[in-house]
């Protein structure tokens, strides 16, 4: 299953930009997506993540100023962040875990897009 971020750039502090992950391939069920993050020298840390079921979860830090959604038709998942902060810079990664037609499961990565927020 192949994954294709899109959606990040260059944005001031205070502004908004919306992450998009599109999935394609043999796939049977999309599961949990997720949205992960990391800066030079740290580990990859969860921004988000949205089940089956649309259920979320959040990074406590970013409770409130980024929404995660999903459109199982398209297969594909979004991520709307307001309120930027230059803390937010990073590469954002998307994960998608699954069922393949094969009812094979897969976990598959995207290559990651850059945010950069400038102060």
């Known amino acids: 299953v192949q994954l294709v971020e899109s959606g990040g750039g260059l944005v001031q502090a205070g502004g908004s930009l919306r992450l998009s992950c599109a999935a394609s391939g043999s796939i049977f069920r999309m599961n949990a997506m997720t949205w992960y993050r990391q800066t030079p020298g740290k580990q990859r840390e969860l921004v988000a993540t949205?089940?089956?079921?649309?259920?979320?979860d959040y990074a406590e830090s970013l409770k409130g100023r980024f929404t995660i959604s999903r459109d199982d038709a398209k297969n594909t998942v979004s991520l709307q962040m307001n309120s930027l902060k230059s803390e937010d810079t990073a590469v954002y990664y998307c994960?998608?875990?699954?069922?393949?037609?094969?009812?094979?499961?897969?976990?598959?990565w995207g290559q990651g897009t850059q945010l950069t927020v400038s102060s």
């Open positions: 949205i089940a089956r079921d649309g259920r979320t």
């Open positions: 994960n998608a875990q699954g069922v393949l037609r094969d009812l094979v499961p897969f976990v598959s």
